[in-house]
Nanobody, 124 residues
Framework: QVQLVESGGGLVQTGGSLRLSCAAS????????MGWFRQAPGKEREFVAA????????NYVDSVKGRFTISRDNAKNTVYLQMNKLKPEDTAVYYC?????????????????WGQGTQVTVSS
């Protein structure tokens, strides 16, 4: 059974940083792209970042480019999201997901395993 467990969320002030981690278990994910999505209260889930199976290609939503960095460690079956220069509008529950393909896709319907989410709150 595939399991994804996110950690690293919390409360931070505007301009601060957080590093999210997502540990995957249940199978080998080294051939799969992985991604991060977020959902703020009253809003639909949105794509944040994705990384290809090798880590050689990444994709970001425009609003986080230059502030967030996605990375992965295939030996540990773990994906990370380094978030710098956080803004109140980054407040959301962040979810990691595993794609059914190897390239860094931004489309949620191409991800078939999801974590439970971790809350990120940025105070102004």
């Amino acid at each position: 059974q595939v399991q994804l467990v996110e950690s690293g969320g919390g409360l931070v002030q505007t301009g601060g940083s957080l590093r999210l981690s997502c540990a995957a278990s249940g199978r080998n994910f080294s051939n799969s792209a992985m991604g991060w999505f977020r959902q703020a209260p009253g809003k639909e889930r949105e794509f944040v970042a994705a990384i290809s199976w090798s880590g050689g290609s990444t994709n970001y939503v425009d609003s986080v480019k230059g502030r967030f960095t996605i990375s992965r460690d295939n030996a540990k079956n773990t994906v990370y999201l380094q978030m710098n220069k956080l803004k109140p509008e980054d407040t959301a529950v962040y979810y990691c997901a595993v794609a059914d393909r190897g390239y860094a896709t931004m489309y949620a319907d191409r991800y078939n395993s999801w974590g439970q989410g971790t809350q990120v709150t940025v105070s102004s």
